[in-house]
């Protein structure tokens, strides 16, 4: 995917230990999301941001937290992962907000918990 | 009530079939309606996209908003096996900064 990494791909981790993931982005864009996928769920909203320092929580976001240092790196951390952390997680970017441009999104972390 | 339904499927249907892909949603205020395209173990891509009512044609690919009854259609003409992946809608707010929300998606497979 242009313009975006997630690191790592694939991560197995055991319960009660912290885990980050990591979202890269080389577009400039303002605003970077974490989302996560399950079955039946669709994507879910973790947290965004907004800008450099600026975040917000999403519909999904207990165990949950972010940080954004520079423009180009937005990072996810599970604090203690649980075995309900087990999912697929997209970073995605957007430059004005999402109208009109739509998310660019990564190719995903697949994380299981152990 | 979810913001966002959309039938998760699968459905299947043989090449060169039309298909028909359906949303509803209960929130008014969203103006612009996203379809995103995501192939197996990867990240959506945006597909296409209309403001407020109406159709949009892109090549074989039609979206199609009713904003009166709340339903977002996209169809796909002359379906390809390649277009077999899980098709997500995403309606948006307009004004400011609006998160999308997606559907949960729906299953395609389109077989030879």
């Known amino acids: 995917d242009a313009g975006i990494t997630q690191s790592p791909r694939h991560k197995v981790t055991e319960t009660g230990t912290p885990v980050t993931l990591r979202c890269h982005q080389t577009?400039?864009?303002?605003?970077m999301y974490w989302y996560r996928q399950d079955p039946g769920h669709g994507l879910r909203l973790i947290h965004y941001?907004?800008?450099?320092?600026?975040?917000d929580k999403g519909e999904v976001s207990d165990g949950y937290s972010v940080s954004r240092s520079k423009t180009e790196d937005f990072l996810l951390t599970l604090e203690s992962a649980t075995s309900s952390q087990t999912s697929v997680y997209f970073c995605?970017?957007?430059?004005?907000?999402?109208?009109?441009?739509?998310?660019?999104f990564g190719s995903g972390t697949r994380l299981t918990v152990v | 009530q979810k913001e966002v339904e959309q039938d998760p499927g699968p459905l299947s249907v043989p090449e060169g079939a039309i298909v028909s892909l359906n949303c509803t949603y209960s929130?008014?205020?969203?103006?612009?309606f996203m379809w995103y395209r995501q192939y197996s173990r990867k990240g959506p891509e945006l597909l296409m996209y209309?403001?407020?009512?109406g159709n949009k044609e892109d090549g074989r690919f039609t979206a199609q908003v009713d904003k009166s009854s709340k339903y977002i259609s996209l169809f796909i003409r002359d379906s390809q096996p390649s277009d077999s992946a899980t098709y997500l809608c995403?309606?948006?707010?307009?004004?400011?900064?609006?998160?999308?929300?997606f559907g949960a998606g729906t299953r395609l497979a389109v077989h030879p």
């Open positions: 941001s907004y800008g450099v320092k600026d975040t």
């Open positions: 995403a309606p948006q707010q307009a004004g400011g900064y609006n998160k999308l929300i």
């Open positions: 577009e400039n864009h303002r605003y």
């Open positions: 929130n008014s205020a969203f103006q612009y």
């Open positions: 995605a970017i957007s430059g004005a907000g999402g109208t009109n441009y739509g998310y660019t």
């Open positions: 209309t403001y407020s009512s």
